[in-house]
C-alpha cells in the first residue's frame, strides 16, 4: 500500500515537471534565464581556455536574457538528454546548441524562428578529400554521427541505404578522434564546425564533397512557452541594430 502510494506519489511528480513550460513572468520573477548547451560545438558553444563557456549561440541567450532584463545560467548539458528532456522537464528555461529546427522535434517543444543557416556535412581527414565522394564512396564505409543529433538522422535516412556502416557518438569531440585515427572514413558534422576546426587545428580535418542537407538553428522552449516570442523580438532587435552581424564577424566569418 505505502510502496503504491510512492509510486503514484512519483508519478504526480513526474507528470508535474513534465507539463511545466516556463514563462516569462516566471523567468522575470526568479531573475535568472537558466541555458542549457552542450559546449563541445565550436564556434556555437565551447569551452575557452579560461574553463568558460562561449560562443556565438551563447552571446545570443545573453541578449535575451538581457532582454528581459535578467542574468543568463549557462548549465553544461550532453546533446542526449539536452533534446528534448532538459526543457520538456523544466530542468533549463532555453536550449541552445547549434540546435536544428525540425518538424518532429517542433511537436514536442517550441522553436525561436531561425537564427543561422547551416547544413550537415561530411567531415574528413586533411589530405584525402579528394577520396571521398557522395555518394559513390559511402558503400562499405563506417561513417560517424553523434547520437541524437539530426547528423544520426542523415546518417540513417541517407548513408545507410547506400551501404554504409553508421557508428554512433555521444559526443562530437569522439566522433572527430576517430576522424583523425582513421577509426571511420568520416564524420558527420554542422559546416560551421569544420572551418572553425580548420582555424583552430590547421591541416587535421577537410570537409569532404558537397552540402548533404540544408538546415536552421533555432533556440528551444518548452512546448507553449511565451518565452519563444521574446526570443524572437531579441532576435529582431541583433539583426536591426546591426548587433548580429558583429556576432557573426566575430564568432564565425572567416577572415
Ligand atoms: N545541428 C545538429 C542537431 O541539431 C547538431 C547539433 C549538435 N550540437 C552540439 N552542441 N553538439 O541535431
Known amino acids: 500500500m505505502k510502496r503504491a502510494l510512492l509510486a503514484l ?5 513526474a507528470l508535474q515537471t513534465a507539463a511545466h513550460a516556463a514563462t516569462v513572468a516566471e523567468v522575470k520573477k526568479k ?16 569551452k575557452g581556455s ?7 549561440d551563447v552571446d545570443i541567450a545573453r541578449a535575451v536574457a538581457a532582454d528581459l532584463g535578467v542574468r543568463l545560467e549557462i548549465r553544461a548539458v550532453g546533446f542526449g538528454a539536452l533534446m ?24 514536442v517543444v517550441s522553436f525561436s524562428g531561425p537564427y543561422y543557416r547551416s547544413a550537415q556535412v561530411f567531415i574528413v581527414r586533411a589530405g584525402n578529400p579528394g577520396k ?19 547528423g544520426q538522422y542523415v546518417g540513417g535516412d541517407l548513408l ?16 572527430l578522434a576517430d576522424v583523425r585515427a582513421g577509426r571511420v572514413a568520416a564524420l558527420i558534422g554542422d559546416a560551421p564546425t569544420v572551418t572553425d576546426l580548420q582555424k583552430r587545428l590547421p591541416g587535421q580535418f577537410a570537409q569532404a564533397g558537397k552540402e548533404l542537407v540544408a538546415e536552421d538553428y533555432g533556440m528551444v522552449f518548452a512546448k507553449g512557452s511565451d518565452l519563444a516570442a ?17 556576432l557573426l564577424n566575430k564568432w564565425i566569418v572567416q577572415k
Do not use: H
Open 9 to 13: 506519489l512519483a508519478l504526480t511528480a
Open 31 to 46: 531573475g535568472v534565464l537558466v541555458l542549457g548547451t552542450d559546449p563541445t560545438f565550436s564556434p556555437f558553444e565551447f
Open 50 to 56: 579560461d574553463g568558460q563557456i562561449q560562443g556565438f
Open 84 to 107: 528534448p528532456q532538459s526543457v520538456t522537464s523544466g530542468r533549463v528555461d532555453m536550449a541552445m546548441s547549434a540546435i536544428t529546427i525540425t518538424a518532429e522535434r517542433a511537436k
Open 132 to 150: 571521398f565522394a557522395w555518394p559513390a564512396d559511402v558503400k562499405g564505409k563506417t561513417i560517424g554521427v553523434q547520437g541524437n543529433t539530426t
Open 160 to 175: 545507410k541505404p547506400k551501404g554504409a556502416t553508421i557508428k554512433v557518438y555521444d559526443d562530437f569531440a569522439g566522433g
Open 230 to 246: 521574446a526570443a524572437n523580438r531579441t532576435l529582431a532587435r541583433l539583426k536591426a541594430s546591426g548587433d548580429y552581424q558583429k
